[in-house]
């Protein structure tokens, strides 16, 4: 008896959307050593994409450090507002000239000792009513 195909159900993922290949982004996360869940690929992927709009134009958003910076030793992020970030360009179809201009913002407040609570609330925010 030949093994039956499982059909596939529902929306593809984000990671199959973005990527074209799920099992790459797997590879991607499991080789950082995390726990691999749907919700964990999907975060990394808009990371991911706020991540290539971000260093394209690091030049133009003052403090980008503060929501994003290389050291040598490693990269450090503030996962949750990049998450937003990249939601935005993926989910909700912004532009990257919107998505930098977000980014900015995000980063002269977290320069200004807004929390990153605060600044994800704000994206959200802006993201669903499409008032910022």
């Known amino acids: ?21 799920a099992a790459q982004a797997f590879g991607m996360i499991m080789s950082a ?3 691999v869940t749907k919700r964990s690929i999907a975060d990394y992927v808009y990371c991911d994409a706020a991540l290539r709009i971000i260093k394209e134009a ?8 503060e929501i994003f910076s ?8 503030c996962r949750s507002i990049l998450s937003q970030l990249g939601r935005m360009s993926i989910q909700d179809s912004y532009t990257d000239v919107d998505v930098i201009a977000i980014a900015r913002i995000a980063a002269e407040a977290r320069h200004d000792k807004c929390t990153v609570k605060q600044i994800e609330k ?6 669903m009513t499409g008032e910022w």
Do not use: C, L, W
Request: aromatic residues 10%; proline residues 4%; without cysteine.
């Open 33 to 35: 050593g995390k726990k």
């Open 70 to 77: 290389v050291d040598r030793e490693k990269e450090q992020y």
């Open 122 to 127: 704000y994206i959200r925010r802006g993201r």
């Open 58 to 65: 690091a030049s133009e958003i003052p403090f980008v450090e």
């Open 1 to 21: 008896m030949a093994e039956e195909q499982k059909r596939s159900r529902g929306r593809p993922t984000v990671a199959t959307e973005y990527f074209g290949n």
